[in-house]
């Protein structure tokens, strides 16, 4: 057993686990952060998706003991972050996900959401190669991809004040702004 | 979960600590860089050391720099992300960039670092798997067992290199440092691996230090292609490293092939890139050398069930990206991928 | 309870839908993107133990003996199993209950289960594992459907020596031969037959989140499990029927899901294990399968060979379909039983034809399981049968999106088998994609290399043939209104990612004039929610959402009757819409929560409860109702591909998908199930492989080597939504879940040949098949050639 102090989410956390505990145990199993998840923990699906000091890496295969003073930021920090930093409801990404039904099953979109995230943090206008690329590490078996392609599409029109690109099934428009966050009795 | 062997880790600060720490656990240490080999290794009981040594804290194994005369020397702890997007690579050794680029996927090229792909495992389909796959079929020659599923009845183990920067690596004649017992050595990159899949390296009980890729001259040209399914992600099926230096008049000066994905060692493929020399791009004999170089390639290359992958396939596949990775490295351009 | 028969599409207001037809958020959306939503993983119980599962290494082999003494001594451990302590056998298919929680007296695969532990934590578990001894007997194993059928002994489900002597079944599992119409003599009279083989290969659902259950047994004897299912409710009666327990003891509870597919449609042994372990130690336990287990449960998609003959008109009008096919099961029944009728009774639309016959034999083999996967059973035909067509009318010199025109079955028609099929919008399929991919100005018309493909299909929309035969609904519903403004909704339906509680709230919210926000969804628990049979084939949207609108009109009309009387107008002047109360006609207005309340005044308590069950349908013979479904969906797709003829390998560029899901109620979710469906297909035809190794261990099992598709491997999807307004389904509505996988397997190859002249008829469509195809091709010079799956070998007719 080791004692740990962990930088995540802003918070410094102090927690007791072995040396072969992954980043990834930690956080869901000692800290409760439940939000990132397991799909094969080996370093194949990137469900398990965390960003360390700002850069997206898988949690199944960082040992935690190894993470030392890093800021580590899990799919919980985001919408406090925004929020700390003045911004309303969830992260931008995190809304733009919901609004364009990219979320599924659900179960790889923290880590995708945390990819997108790292991405527009670096490029704020990737182009949809870009966007496939930065994303091809994290499998998706529920969206095909293109309503998550769509999400981080819409996330920067947004930013840019722009018309974002339709889709097929709605030819010509922008079927997201009905979807946009709660207008009671809307 | 996939649960880790239980282990000690270590976290020196210094190569000389970390050395330190080497010969006092012997055989019963690991090292571990990105971990992105090491850990997979060790959830599958590939590998279940005492004393796992952690390199991340090691001040001496980071940062790239370029030297006066032009040679690169490039930090062990430098990421495949950082070595891909770092402009000096990418205008002195071009073939290294866009290997590095292409290995695994982007979480991975953030975690992965290039010692850490220098001295990767070697893989095979039969070995690359969890214990209780393993035991299932009484093991196999590499670990725990006595028989090769590859090569019946096969003596020698025929795992294979898959590590995307060595072909890149040989191709630019780059030295590597390392730091032992008996202090620190410069080795071509050729002598570090052998023909052994059971361990393909000569080294043993050192750490990797730093790449050095040595100068490169103004004609240098260099690309890489790599044959996977998948776009992102996979390991290569086959990787092939092209090199050629073009003198003023626009021939070929010298030139270099290596391949990977095929046995434990990463290959030079010197006869093929021989036919090269004298030939100038965009002329119908480099055109005629490329088909040439190919079938020489491919007379050299024997893909075999190790990996997973279609090994005629794979075989058919060395001419065409023999060809089209040389073509690449003359126009400049690269790395050739599906995607 | 009744079949909404009469209902109709529309609304039954002047006001017409506000919600439904419009893109909505989802109910989970926002905490799944937060990352707040629970999963079975996630649910963390106080004084938990961690239970693991030991397997067989042996493919087929006898248990002699198991000695567990090493490792109950080992400390932390609190409990051993093994299959004696379960010997009750059930199956997902009452009539072929052939598995144990864990294997009794031999094992059938690599990967089956034999023992498990609980113990205070995973390591310790693993560690216990390492310590029983199985002492095994091995038997000869078969890993090729066609040999298994060869050979009856042994068995790899043994029948007694009785059983033996009324029918010795061999190693069939299940074999189903149907006619209809004379097949023979219709072929006799064709003026054009085409025949030929077809391959098939195994694939696998693939959820990311692997399979986790979690139990708790209370000292009042009520077991609580909380497992990854798509259907709860087959997942209490086995637990009752295994462990010996009243239902009414048992209650299942699904967590948020990550992914189905199918593949969590069986009960499976984790379930059994985690409930008996809790019972035996009274303590909570939790087993969460790694990857590797995922992929030896398996249940996936099928291998099959299929042989078929198709007679046609010159005019390209079908007179007859023959097909054989053989279905390699794996080592237990699953679903298996209507695996095989479905390989044949779903083919009989979009097109007519008037004579049909299958014969389709399912044999067991060591391997994984199968079962349903997205599409069951019909998948694999469809494949074979749409690239037949594209073979007809390449003899035929028709354009092969025409030959489907012409061949349209209509609406309102019943199918050769006997299947009614009522609203059908294949033509309106046809036409989007045909105008999408400019298929008039491209097809045929691109440069070597590249080409466009076409496939049609048709899907059931939920079926008439519940798992264990029973007059109970398939659907029900309860609603509660409060006071406050809330209506919860109560559904038995298994939300799995498909959006079925999204659906759920904008119906009720479209009923009852809701703000969706103030409706909350509580579903898939068996103690809180009327019973719903679960998420397969495709059922959910249609039946509980009439169920839901059954629901909701009573409640209307209780609503409406209070509203009138507190205005003192006449009933037909309220109106209910954007959380408001209104009188047409006239400036009053109420909140939605004050009409909750004056109701409640005037009514007592509000609630209400909802049913749907089918109408009765299908055919009048053995099988006749397996496939009978009271809506199909129709799909067309168009593909296009590029294919690089040096390395072999197939890019698909675009993939066109036109589907008539009957009233799109959200078309964003639509659009979803749509472009996942094609994902789906585009990645079994071209990459995955659910294969074993010589030594019948799964070759890869891993999501590194079992290769699923990255979003760099994955194709502009384009969804177009075609609306044929379903008599029955909820406003119209029917399937999008797994009609839209169907036709992209067949679309490709057939994009191929336009693109290359070769015929791809094995799948998966390797890089190195199409260069052997197109080796074929330059050796038999011009004209087109072909990789060539053997021929169905068995011309044996078992009689199971
Ligand atoms: C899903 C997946 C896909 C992958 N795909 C690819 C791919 O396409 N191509 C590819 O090349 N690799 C691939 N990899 C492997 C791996 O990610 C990379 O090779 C990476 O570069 C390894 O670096 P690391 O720092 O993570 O190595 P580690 O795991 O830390 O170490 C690997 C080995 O090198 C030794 N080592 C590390 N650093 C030193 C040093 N400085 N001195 C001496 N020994 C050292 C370790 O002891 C260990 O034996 C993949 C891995 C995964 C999980
Ligand atoms: S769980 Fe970490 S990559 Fe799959
Ligand atoms: S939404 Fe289900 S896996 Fe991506």
Redesign the pocket.
């Known amino acids: 057993m080791r004692v740990l102090s962990l930088h995540v989410n802003g918070d410094r956390v102090e927690l007791a686990a072995p040396d072969h505990w992954t980043l990834l145990e930690v956080l869901r199993y000692r800290l409760g952060l439940t939000g990132s998840k397991q799909g094969c923990d080996?370093?194949?699906c990137g469900a398990c998706t965390v960003l360390v000091e700002g850069q997206p890496v898988l949690g199944c295969?960082t040992l935690a003991a190894s993470c030392g003073e890093k800021p580590i930021t899990t799919i919980e920090g985001l919408m406090p972050a925004h929020l700390a930093a003045g911004g309303t409801g969830p992260d931008p990404v995190q809304a733009a996900f919901d609004r364009c039904g990219a979320l599924q099953c659900g179960f790889c979109q923290p880590g995708m959401i945390l990819s997108a995230r790292a991405l527009l943090n670096r490029n704020a206008q990737p182009t949809r190669p870009e966007i496939r690329a930065a994303l091809s590490g994290n499998l998706c078996r529920c969206t095909g991809y293109t309503q998550i392609v769509q999400a981080i599409e819409l996330a920067i029109a947004e930013s840019l004040g722009v018309e974002p690109c339709a889709p097929a099934w709605a030819p010509g428009t922008n079927p997201w702004k009905l979807a946009a966050p709660a207008e009671p009795g809307a | 979960m996939l649960r880790l062997p239980q282990f000690e880790l270590a976290q020196p600060r210094t190569l000389d600590e970390a050395c330190a720490l080497l010969v006092e656990h012997g055989e019963e240490a690991?090292?571990?860089?990105?971990?992105?080999?090491?850990?997979?290794?060790m959830k599958h009981e590939l590998?279940t050391p005492k004393v796992v040594i952690s390199?991340a804290k090691v001040a001496e194994?980071r940062g790239v720099r370029q030297e006066a005369d032009g040679a690169l020397v490039l930090g062990?702890?430098t990421t495949?992300e950082a070595l891909a997007q770092d402009e000096r690579v990418r205008a002195r050794a071009p073939a290294l960039a866009q290997a590095a680029g292409?290995?695994?996927?982007p979480q991975?090229r953030r975690?992965?670092?290039?010692?850490?792909?220098?001295?990767?495992?070697t893989r095979c389909q039969w070995y690359n798997q969890t214990y209780f796959w393993r035991q299932a079929l009484g093991f196999c020659l590499k670990k725990d067992g006595s028989a090769c599923h590859v090569v019946a009845g096969g003596a020698k183990c025929v795992a294979a290199a898959?590590?995307?920067?060595a072909p890149a690596l040989l191709s630019l004649d780059a030295e590597l440092v390392?730091h032992g017992p008996a202090g620190a050595r410069r080795i071509a990159i050729d002598a570090l691996y052998s023909a052994d899949g059971i361990y393909n390296k000569t080294v043993r009980g050192?750490?990797?230090?730093e790449v050095r890729v040595p100068a490169t001259p103004a004609g240098h040209r260099g690309a890489y292609g790599?044959l996977?399914e998948r776009g992102s992600?996979?390991?290569?099926l086959l990787g092939i490293a092209a090199r050629l230096d073009l003198s003023a008049d626009g021939t070929v000066a010298s030139a270099a092939l290596c391949a990977v994905a095929l046995q434990a060692r990463p290959l030079r493929l010197k006869k093929a890139a021989e036919v090269l020399l004298g030939t100038r791009p965009g002329t119908a004999d480099f055109e005629a050398a490329l088909q040439e170089a190919g079938a020489l390639a491919q007379k050299q290359c024997h893909p075999l069930d190790n990996i997973p992958g279609d090994a005629d396939y794979r075989r058919e596949m060395v001419p065409v990206y023999v060809r089209r990775t040389l073509l690449a490295a003359a126009e400049g351009s690269g790395p050739v991928h599906h995607v | 309870m009744s079949a909404r028969d009469v209902r109709g599409p529309g609304a039954p207001w002047p006001e017409g839908f506000r919600l439904v037809g419009k893109a909505q958020r989802k109910i989970d959306g926002l905490s799944k993107a937060i990352g707040a939503a629970l999963y079975t993983d996630d649910l963390v119980l106080a004084n938990m133990l961690h239970a693991k599962i030991l397997r067989s290494p042996h493919a087929h082999a006898k248990i002699r003996a198991i000695d567990t003494r090493a490792a109950q001594a080992l400390p932390g451990v609190h409990a051993v199993i093994t299959g004696e302590c379960m010997p009750v056998k059930y199956g997902v298919i009452p009539w072929t209950p052939d598995e144990n929680a864990l294997a009794l007296d031999k094992v059938r695969f690599i990967g089956d289960e034999v023992a498990a532990v609980a113990a205070v934590d995973e390591d310790t578990a693993n560690a216990a594992l390492k310590l029983i001894r199985v002492d095994y007997e091995p038997l000869r194993a078969f890993l090729d459907p066609e040999e298994a059928l060869r050979t009856p002994e042994p068995q790899i489900h043994e029948q007694t020596p009785e059983q033996k002597l009324k029918e010795h079944k061999g190693n069939v599992s299940k074999h189903v031969r149907l006619e209809f119409g004379d097949v023979d003599a219709a072929l006799a009279g064709a003026d054009v037959v085409v025949a030929d083989d077809y391959e098939f290969h195994g694939t696998t659902h693939t959820p990311i989140e692997p399979h986790c259950a979690l139990a708790q047994f209370a000292p009042d004897g009520v077991l609580t499990v909380w497992s990854s299912t798509q259907i709860t409710h087959y997942v209490q009666k086995a637990l009752a029927q295994v462990l010996e327990l009243p239902e009414a003891r048992v209650r299942v509870i699904q967590p948020c899901l990550g992914g189905a597919f199918g593949g969590k449609s069986d009960p499976f042994a984790l379930e059994f294990v985690v409930a008996k372990l809790a019972m035996l130690t009274g303590r909570p336990v939790k087993c969460l399968w790694t990857r590797e287990e995922v992929f030896y449960a398996h249940r996936g998609r099928h291998p099959m060979k299929l042989a078929y003959r198709t007679g046609a008109r010159r005019d390209g009008k079908l007179t007859a379909v023959d097909a054989k096919i053989l279905i390699d099961g794996g080592s237990y029944s699953s679903f298996g039983l209507v695996t095989t009728y479905y390989s044949g009774q779903l083919l009989t639309g979009p097109y007519h034809f008037p004579a049909y016959r299958f014969d389709s034999t399912r044999v067991f083999t060591n391997k994984p399981p199968c079962g349903p996967k997205r599409g069951h059973g019909s998948v694999q035909p469809r494949f074979a049968f749409e690239v037949q067509l594209d073979q007809l009318a390449e003899k035929l010199a028709l354009d092969p999106l025409e030959l489907r025109r012409i061949n349209f079955q209509g609406e309102n028609v019943k199918t050769v088998n006997g299947q009614r099929v009522t609203s059908n919008g294949f033509l309106q399929c046809l036409d989007e994609v045909e105008r999408a991919s400019q298929w008039k100005a491209r097809r045929g018309k691109l440069p070597r290399g590249r080409g466009l493909g076409v496939a049609g299909s048709m899907y059931i929309t939920g079926t008439n043939y519940p798992v264990y035969p029973n007059p109970m609904p398939q659907a029900g519903v309860q609603l509660k209104l409060d006071r406050s403004g809330l209506v919860t909704v109560f559904t038995g339906g298994n939300d799995i990612g498909q959006g079925s509680n999204s659906i759920a709230r904008t119906i009720v919210a479209e009923e009852l004039g809701l703000d969706p926000a103030d409706v909350r969804v509580v579903a898939a628990d068996t103690d809180l929610c009327p019973v719903d049979l679960g998420a397969y084939s495709s059922r959910v949207t249609f039946m509980v959402g009439n169920a839901l609108i059954d629901a909701c009109r009573k409640l209307r009309v209780q609503l409406v009757a209070a509203l009138a009387e507190h205005w003192e107008v006449d009933e037909a002047r309220i109106g209910l819409g954007n959380g408001r109360a209104f009188e047409r006609g006239a400036a009053r207005t109420l909140t939605m929560r004050e009409a909750f309340q004056l109701t409640e005044a005037r009514f007592d308590t509000l609630g209400a409860t909802g049913a749907y069950n089918t109408p009765k349908l299908g055919g009048d013979y053995r099988g006749g109702t397996i496939g009978a479904s009271p809506a199909y969906s129709f799909t067309a797709h168009v593909v296009e591909v590029e294919v690089d003829e040096e390395t072999g390998r197939i890019t698909v560029a675009n993939c066109w998908i036109a589907h008539d899901c009957g009233r799109a109620l959200n078309p964003m979710l639509v659009a979803g199930q749509m472009e996942g469906s094609a994902y789906m297909g585009l990645a079994e035809a071209l990459m995955e492989d659910h294969k074993v190794n010589r030594f019948g261990l799964h070759a890869g099992p891993s999501l590194?080597d079992y290769r699923i598709p990255t979003a760099v491997d994955t194709p502009e999807l384009h969804a177009l939504i075609v609306e044929s307004l379903d008599p029955e389904g909820p406003y119209g509505a029917k399937e999008a879940g797994e009609g839209p996988l169907h036709p992209s397997i067949p679309a490709i190859s057939n994009a191929v040949f336009d693109a290359l002249g070769i015929r791809l008829r094995a799948l998966p469509f390797t890089p190195a098949k199409v260069l052997r195809a197109l080796r074929e091709q330059a050796t038999a010079g011009r004209g087109g050639s072909s990789v060539r799956p053997a021929r169905v070998a068995s011309e044996a007719e078992p009689s199971c």
């Not at chain 2, 690991?30 to 971990?35: D, N």
């Not at chain 2, 050192?206 to 230090?209: A, C, G, H």
């Not at chain 2, 992600?233 to 290569?236: A, L, T």
């Open positions: 080996k370093g194949d295969l | 690991q090292l571990v860089a990105g971990g992105t080999d090491l850990v997979p290794n590998f390199l194994l062990a702890l495949l292409l290995v695994a996927g991975l975690m992965g670092t290039l010692g850490g792909n220098v001295m990767l495992d898959s590590n995307d920067t390392f050192e750490i990797l230090v790599k996977r992600i996979d390991f290569p | 590194l």
